[in-house]
């Protein structure tokens, strides 16, 4: 019977090759993106999914609760770890992770290179994560001081195979040494924290003084709970850490402390933490992208449904003489889904090689790097069946059932315009198509004209041509090594100027601590950015005074109690146009005990732009880690050229690290762009499939009425009133959509630029342009098809019965 059905569909395809083209490219379409998004989400969902204990693996979050405000953050005291495993039963293992430098030179035997992601972490930390080892003993590898682990492809930079590096000694900056203990594999991709090397934490001596470090925060904090432990009732007790270990700290600040945690599963999507160690994801996105996934899907569903009820007149013949003959409703209801099928498991096949061709595009959108033998694992492979399947069922569900319920006396006497009045059902349909893809042309747009904003506002500073330069250790350099660097650098006319400082502007790497600020009240505990910068920063990034002067060579950079603020600051402190000369205890200084405000710098973007402008101090130092040359534009690389010439005599055991502010800048959009790419380009997909469907469905809808076409063109009507009587029901439907699009898109994405911190207006011009495209491309259809039926053979086309 099955085998029957199938070459009764087989034929019925090839009898109608233009119908059956146009739904094998709608459902191909359809499939082919729709399950690039399912890959895509299925990822995300996927982050730290690979930790055979994750569903016990928590992070401790911190919050830092001030009178006037709160900060979450994802880094927890220096030394929680030991005190959760010790004080708190629940707690089988506790681990920390602590980043080191953003880049770190290690050198074997000549072979030296910046390994990027390198951290410190506790010995027991491969008894709480699931990264297996090449070769090494996970349980001791990382007790010893100095100790080191490195990743596979890490240690091929150095070594022709994995197994080569065990035992091998690395060095480090300055006098460091570390022996390599072990050998992992890579860190999977779907990890909220990527690494490249772990050094044991007992290599940080400072870490010793227990007592003087709840006060230090910056590591991750990660708890293994017993099995069967009640999650709840741990958060709960985590209020006790304050009390017993930080009041005596904090409160002369008032200042108080509290904790909570986050299944590791859940922090990629879910967490909106500052201090992250990787860029995160966004649930939001998941749904929208599962969305647009299931809409794609539905959409070509909704094109073969429409396209199979408009002919439904040229089925219903057969279905007729077939129920005549005996059959039941069931077996046309079979007959149709298998017909129903077929295309969709052809459009499968051709999904298949689309997807292994776009493959390679698809990843650079989304940041991904999907491979062909992911689509091909069994849960993968299984998961597509079934969306292939749930395509077809849906696609010929309506169309079977609707289509076999023909009276077969009414069909077979010619009376078609009853068995076939659903002209109701594909207007609905038709108007879901139009609000899905108006829906989507205006989300685009506004995603758009966000994302262009933020690019685009005045960051209060000009990272144009600044290449950035990260200097080695404190003990490698000297406030005279940086002067010499700097004054040779300026011999060279193609460098413009030359600063330093601890940070730079676009990092999310700053100081923050608490200071006694002088208010109309006497002194107020305020948690501040801070950090050093010498003479030339400001003039070098182009920031502007507001009040005051900036630092001179002068103010003696080794004992300056002289500091700037910017207007953040001054407006938090409520000191209006006083700001100058404010105090600020200098905290264990006594012979300094203040500090002095001599200039306001107007407020820029010292963080991320998704991040608002916090108040922020500046102190006058000359020892920094960064340094920054502006450069000339035309000539970047013979510039790059000089400064590591001057570089390498400074410094000629380092190899130069450096980057340009303006790529920094950049890549603080890079996940949201890629989204935004993503967004756009199944947008336009699904206003192509769209389209696709409406050809079809005004194709069929010409053909019904090519006799009443001619029959006006006899009476002397004109081209362009044929079209406009055809497309005034598909005008009507555009309306209709926009009715519903309008309010449905305002409401979300209203609701979208609220999350950002400097947000652009939804442009009402947005909305006219979304609904004109779409009302043009309708026009154009109906025009084409009309036009085509107005000039045909007008007596052939009145002697169709």
């Known amino acids: 019977m099955i085998k029957n ?34 890959y895509y989400v299925k990822d995300e969902l996927s982050f730290d999914t690979y930790h055979e204990k994750g569903d016990r693996i928590y992070r401790i979050n911190s919050e830092l609760m001030e009178p006037e405000k ?23 293992h506790a681990v920390r992770l602590l980043s080191g430098n953003q880049k770190t030179l290690l050198k074997h035997n000549g072979q030296e290179a910046f ?43 150095y070594f022709s195979k994995p197994e080569d590096a065990l035992g091998k000694a690395l060095e480090g900056e300055g006098t460091d040494v570390y022996k390599v203990t072990g050998v992992m594999e890579d860190v999977p991709e779907n990890s909220h924290i990527l690494f490249n090397s772990l050094i044991s934490i007992s290599s940080l001596e400072f870490l010793k003084n227990v007592d003087q470090q709840w006060g230090n925060f910056g590591t991750l904090t990660y708890v293994l709970l017993k099995p069967g432990a009640n999650v709840s009732s741990f958060e709960d007790k985590l209020s006790n850490i304050y009390p017993t270990y930080q009041k005596s700290i904090f409160e002369q600040f008032n200042v108080t402390m509290k904790y909570s945690v986050i299944p590791i599963t859940d922090i990629h999507l879910k967490s909106t933490l500052k201090y992250e160690p990787e860029p995160l994801g966004n649930i939001n996105y998941v749904y929208t992208f599962s969305t647009i996934a299931i809409l794609l899907l539905l959409i070509a569903c909704i094109n073969y449904m429409n396209l199979t009820t408009a002919r439904s007149a040229r089925r219903a013949k057969e279905i007729g003489i077939r129920k005549v003959s005996g059959s039941v409703q069931s077996q046309l209801v ?33 940041g991904k790097s999907f491979s062909f033998s992911f689509i091909l694992q069994p849960l993968t492979l299984l998961y597509t069946l079934g969306i292939v399947l749930f395509a077809g069922f849906i696609g010929g569900s309506y169309p079977a059932f609707f289509l076999s319920k023909f009276n077969p006396l009414v069909v077979l006497k010619g009376k078609l315009s009853k068995a076939s009045s659903n002209a109701g059902l594909r207007k609905s349909l038709v108007v879901i198509q139009f609000t899905v893809a108006i829906v989507m042309l205006i989300s685009t747009w506004v995603i758009y004209n966000q994302l262009n904003y933020l690019q685009n506002r005045d960051l209060g500073y000009d990272k144009e041509n600044i290449l950035v330069v990260s200097l080695p250790s404190v003990d490698s350099r ?30 999310t ?227 209709v959509s926009c009715l519903i699009a309008f309010p449905l898109s305002y409401y979300f994405l209203d609701q979208w630029l609220d999350s950002f911190t400097f947000r652009t207006s939804i442009n009402p011009m947005v909305f006219a342009y979304s609904a004109l495209i779409i009302l043009t491309l309708t026009m154009l259809a109906v025009a084409y098809h009309s036009i085509k039926a107005a000039l045909g053979n007008q007596v052939n086309a009145m002697r169709i019965e």
């Not at 709160?70 to 089988?92: F, Q, W």
């Not at 930390?125 to 349980?139: L, M």
């Not at 407020?603 to 998704?610: A, G, K, L, T």
């Not at 336009?684 to 809808?701: D, H, M, S, V």
């Open 478 to 507: 000297s406030t005279s090594t940086l002067d010499y660097i700097k004054s040779e650098a300026l011999q060279n006319p193609k460098i413009k100027a030359v600063s330093t400082s601890f940070y730079t502007p676009g990092t």
């Open 509 to 735: 790497n700053q100081n923050y601590n608490l200071f006694e600020v002088e208010t109309e009240d006497g002194f107020a505990s305020q948690g501040i950015d801070n950090f050093g910068v010498d003479e030339d920063y400001l003039d070098n990034f182009g920031m502007e005074l507001a009040e005051g002067r900036q630092f001179r060579l002068t103010d003696r950079p080794d004992s300056c109690i002289n500091v700037l603020v910017n207007e953040a600051f001054v407006k938090k402190m409520n000191w209006g146009t006083g700001a100058l000369g404010k105090r600020i205890k200098n905290q264990g200084n006594e012979a300094e005990p203040y500090l002095y405000v001599i200039g306001v710098v107007k407020d820029f973007h010292m963080r991320s732009i998704y991040n608002p402008i916090e108040p922020l101090m500046m102190t006058y130092t000359h020892d920094n880690g960064s340094m920054q040359f502006k450069i000339d534009g035309q000539d970047v690389a013979s510039s790059i050229a000089s400064i590591e010439t001057i570089f390498k005599k400074s410094f000629p055991k380092e190899a130069m690290e450096y980057s340009f502010a303006s790529e920094d800048f950049k890549t603080q959009f890079e996940s949201d762009q890629k989204r935004g790419q993503l967004f756009s380009t199944f947008s336009g997909l699904t206003i192509i499939l769209a389209f696709l469907g409406l050809l079809g469905l005004i194709a069929y809808t010409t053909q019904q009425r090519k006799k009443e076409i001619a029959v006006r063109k006899v009476m002397g009507a004109e081209s362009h009133q044929i079209v406009f009587l055809l497309a005034k029901n598909f005008m009507i439907l555009v309306g």
């Open 334 to 366: 079979a007959q149709f889904l298998t017909e129903s099928m077929l295309l969709s498991f052809i459009s499968f096949a051709l999904s298949m090689v689309l997807i292994a061709v776009l493959l390679p595009s698809f990843n650079e959108i989304s």
């Open 70 to 92: 709160s900060d979450l953050v994802a880094i927890s005291p220096m030394v929680m770890a030991p005190a959760l495993k010790t004080d708190y039963e629940e707690v089988e």
């Open 5 to 38: 059905y199938i070459k009764i569909a087989w034929r019925n395809l090839k009898h109608d090759l233009s119908f059956a083209a146009l739904n094998i490219l709608s459902l191909t379409i359809g499939l082919t993106f729709s399950l690039l998004l399912f």
């Open 115 to 157: 390994i990027e992601k390198v951290f410190y972490a506790d010995s027991n930390s491969f008894s709480v994560f699931t990264y297996p080892f090449i070769v090494g003993d996970p349980t001791t590898a990382l007790i010893e001081p100095n100790s080191i682990v490195l990743s596979e492809s890490t240690a091929l930079k």
